[in-house]
């Protein structure tokens, strides 16, 4: 394990993108703690206010370093298997970075109306305290 994904336990589309990383990763490199999780999210010094601009990737053994927002989701896709060529072929698409950023933030901002709220946060098999 080497990262946390700081995810919002409360929406439908990031507990299945959570989902999938968990099949896929099966716990390997990747850590989940929802947003929802104060008392973890402290050990970071991460507030509520910050988790405000999207879901938050922090390096395990850095945790100084973090990747915000449609940055975390570019680093999460290349860390994956074969994910860096994606990633690479995405970035070096002129434009499509910002149109990556803009549409990111449209979802962050009405994930609830677009995908739906859960009555209870999700709590990932390979979390942080697990």
Known sequence: MNYYLIYDGNCN????LVQLLETLDQGKLLRYVPMQDEQSLKQWGITEQNCQQGMILVDANAPEKRWQGSDAAEEIGRLLPLGSIFVDAYRALPGAKWAGDRFYEQ???N????FGKRDSTYQSVYCVDC
Do not use: P
């Open 111 to 114: 994930r609830y109306t677009i």
């Open 107 to 109: 979802i962050r901002d």
């Open 13 to 16: 589309l990031c507990v299945t």
